[in-house]
């Protein structure tokens, strides 16, 4: 390449000399000027195609982003580090049975999921970000369950079965958790559903005995339940008295006997071996009573009174052979009352005599934390505390159970 390059110099240097020799002559000068500039060409030319060619550059190609397997629902082992949207405390956010107050505490919406996230949720994630699933979004909630606080009797707590439906369907393999022991329990869920999915699409499901309940991982407020009415009752029952009775009468033998007893506390509970019938609640009194004879002659009845003039009368047996009230006595009144009236009605035996002695007592019952009519759900929270029974005096005390 270097020997020719000088040959065309040479040959261009002559071609100069020879012009600039014959200066004199005009067709001789026009000879040379062509053949000075075709050995120009040529060298440009040859210059040219010995210059080897520009290697193409190489187009930068990136990998398709990893996906998030559709319709997938899955628990997380801790609660990530994310953007959450708190969820207000209500009585519209919650979900009640024995031994269980559910509630959704957060929720997220995830446009990607992050790296250290997408390694536990994902099948094959890389280094980076994971992405929804085509026509899906990612949402993510903690749920945290607590002791309702209920007074179930004298009976073992009901098991509650939880779990996740996406679009009415059973999600994550079926049983999620099971409830009902009243400890505390978190968890936080991952779910993929269709962009345009409602409140309804994505849904933690309890279901307790014959009873149904679901709350919402979109917003976190309850989107169903077979027992909606539990949520209109009252949480605790104020006193006013305490329908004290005693008495004293002919034995069958000789001597006198006396009765006497009072009223030491009452509670509200939706469960009592069952769910209270549709619209009602289950409301409980306890009673200290004493009998000298060493067997039951006390026959005291106890009567509930609504303030249309409904009475109702006990559920349950309450009595045993030695003494009176034995257990709570439990009655099933409607779950939005507020007042109740409470008669004693003192009653003994003697021998196969039966005596009435016509001196009904009365307590009047004030069922707090009823949620106003048209309240708000902030309004309402109250309503959602955990009942508690009540003597004369607003202390609380936990009443003994029955079957």
């Given at each position: 390449m270097h020997a020719r390059f000088a040959r065309r110099l040479t040959a261009l240097g002559l071609a100069s000399t020879l012009l600039l020799a014959a200066c004199g002559g005009s067709d001789e000068q026009a000879v040379l000027e062509d053949a000075a500039a075709e050995l120009e060409d040529d060298l440009t030319d040859s210059t040219a195609e010995e210059e080897p060619a520009a290697e193409p550059e190489e187009e930068a190609t990136e990998e398709p982003a990893e996906q998030l397997r559709s319709g997938t629902a899955t628990t997380l082992g801790s609660v990530p580090d994310l953007d959450w949207t708190e969820v207000?405390?209500?009585?519209?956010?919650?979900?009640?049975?024995?031994?269980?107050?559910?509630?959704?505490?957060?929720?997220?919406?995830?446009?990607?999921?992050?790296?250290?996230l997408a390694a536990e949720v994902a099948t094959s994630a890389g280094d980076g970000p994971v992405l929804p699933a085509d026509g899906e979004k990612v949402l993510v909630a903690t749920v945290l369950s607590e002791d309702s606080g209920w007074e179930?009797?004298?009976?073992?707590?009901?098991?509650?079965?939880?779990?996740?439906?996406?679009?009415?369907?059973?999600?994550?393999?079926?049983?999620?958790?099971?409830?009902?022991?009243?400890?505390?329990?978190?968890?936080?869920?991952?779910?993929?559903?269709?962009t345009d999915a409602g409140p309804e699409d994505a849904v933690l499901e309890l279901k307790t005995g014959d009873a149904t309940q679901s709350v919402s991982l979109v917003d976190g407020l309850r989107t169903s339940s077979d027992v909606e009415h539990i949520y209109q009752a009252g949480s605790a029952v104020t006193l006013e008295g305490d329908g004290a009775y005693s008495h004293v009468f002919d034995s069958w033998g000789s001597g006198t006997h006396e009765i006497n007893g009072q009223v030491t506390g009452a509670v509200i509970s939706p469960y009592v071996g069952g769910w209270a019938r549709p619209g009602?609640?289950?409301?409980?009194?306890?009673?200290?009573?004493?009998?000298?004879?060493?067997?039951?002659?006390?026959?005291?009845?106890?009567?509930?009174e609504l303030p249309d003039g409904t009475t109702i009368t006990p559920e349950n047996d309450f009595s045993s052979l030695r003494n009176r009230f034995v257990e709570t006595a439990w009655f099933q009144v409607p779950a939005d009352s507020e007042q109740i009236t409470l008669h004693v009605l003192p009653k003994a035996k003697a021998g196969t005599k039966d005596i009435d002695f016509e001196?009904?007592?009365?307590?009047?019952?004030t069922i707090e934390g009823v949620p106003a009519r048209g309240a708000d759900s902030g309004d309402q929270a109250s309503a959602t505390e955990a009942p508690a029974s009540t003597d004369k005096s607003t202390t609380t005390k936990e009443p003994s159970s029955t079957d």
């Open positions: 207000a405390e209500s009585a519209d956010a919650l979900l009640l049975a024995p031994g269980v107050r559910m509630r959704v505490t957060q929720v997220a919406e995830l446009e990607e999921i992050p790296a250290d179930i009797g004298d009976n073992r707590a009901p098991k509650t079965e939880g779990h996740v439906r996406l679009q009415g369907s059973p999600a994550g393999g079926g049983l999620i958790a099971q409830l009902g022991s009243g400890e505390r329990w978190q968890q936080t869920y991952l779910v993929s559903v269709p009602q609640v289950f409301l409980g009194l306890d009673l200290d009573a004493r009998d000298d004879t060493g067997v039951d002659d006390d026959l005291t009845d106890l009567q509930l001196s009904p007592v009365e307590v009047q019952l």
